[in-house]
């Protein structure tokens, strides 16, 4: 089954600490995404990545780090520059970016929900 | 400034009855429309896309339809299982990214 897994489902982090939530996807999707969802207010983009060994800031990015060493794989690292990062963490990935609006819907992973000791 | 909004924020309805979902946006050169369903504690899942003024697209219950100014997610006859919050986001211009809105919250009570 195609499809796009994130790990671990619920995350603690103490003051202080570097956590990384992990994003996998097997749809041999170009480019991944990752959001951060807090209750009331749309998705906000933290970084995004068309192609392997290359990613962009998004809107909310200070605090945060990526990597993309491999086209399967995005992980995030919540790093202790983030004051406030209790919030749900939705990775996406899209077929193909910026070829046509059909090729880059976005398809969403189960989620990471942060919480913090 | 590109904008999306839903509306409203929470709509509640007995099941069977029929109402539609708003997403109003102000964004230069739309692309695309995008409508998801999010489940509780889960990631959303993709619906459909709208890509130019007129076009409707239909999945067994929810019809979502496109203006040049909004769009609008029709349930009709609605059961319990369709309770869920629905996002709208939209894809304008050069920029590839999506602009959402921060939801609707439908509960459908049997």
């Given at each position: 089954d195609g499809g796009?897994?994130?790990?671990?489902?619920?995350?603690?982090?103490k003051e202080?600490?570097?956590?990384?939530l992990s994003c996998e996807q097997n749809l041999n999707h170009d480019a991944m995404y990752w959001y951060r969802q807090d209750p009331g207010q749309g998705l906000r983009l933290i970084y995004y990545s068309q192609i392997v060994n290359d990613f962009q800031k998004g809107d909310i990015a200070e605090?945060?780090?990526v990597s993309r060493?491999?086209?399967e794989s995005f992980p995030l690292t919540v790093t202790s520059a983030q004051k406030n990062p209790t919030a749900f963490y939705l990775c996406a990935s899209s077929p193909r970016p910026r070829g046509g609006a059909s090729k880059e819907t976005q398809y969403f992973g189960p989620g990471t929900r942060l919480l913090v000791l | 400034e590109d904008q999306v909004t839903q509306s409203p924020e929470a709509l509640r309805l007995q099941e069977g009855e029929s109402s539609s979902l708003n997403c109003s946006y102000t964004v230069s050169g739309l692309r695309g429309l995008f409508w998801y369903r999010q489940d509780p504690g889960k990631g959303p899942?993709?619906?459909?896309?709208?890509?130019?003024?007129?076009?409707?697209?239909?999945?067994e219950r929810l019809k979502a339809t496109l203006?040049?100014?909004?769009?609008f997610l029709h349930i009709?006859?609605?059961?319990?299982?369709?309770?869920?919050?629905?996002l709208c986001a939209v894809q304008a211009g050069s920029n590839y990214q999506l602009i959402w809105g921060a939801g609707t919250k439908l509960i459908i009570k049997p």
């Open positions: 796009i897994t994130q790990s671990p489902k619920y995350l603690f982090r202080g600490q570097n956590v990384t605090g945060y780090s060493e491999k086209k | 899942e993709f619906l459909f896309t709208l890509y130019s003024a007129g076009e409707e697209k239909e999945k203006t040049k100014k909004e769009s009709t006859a609605p059961k319990p299982e369709d309770s869920a919050t629905y």
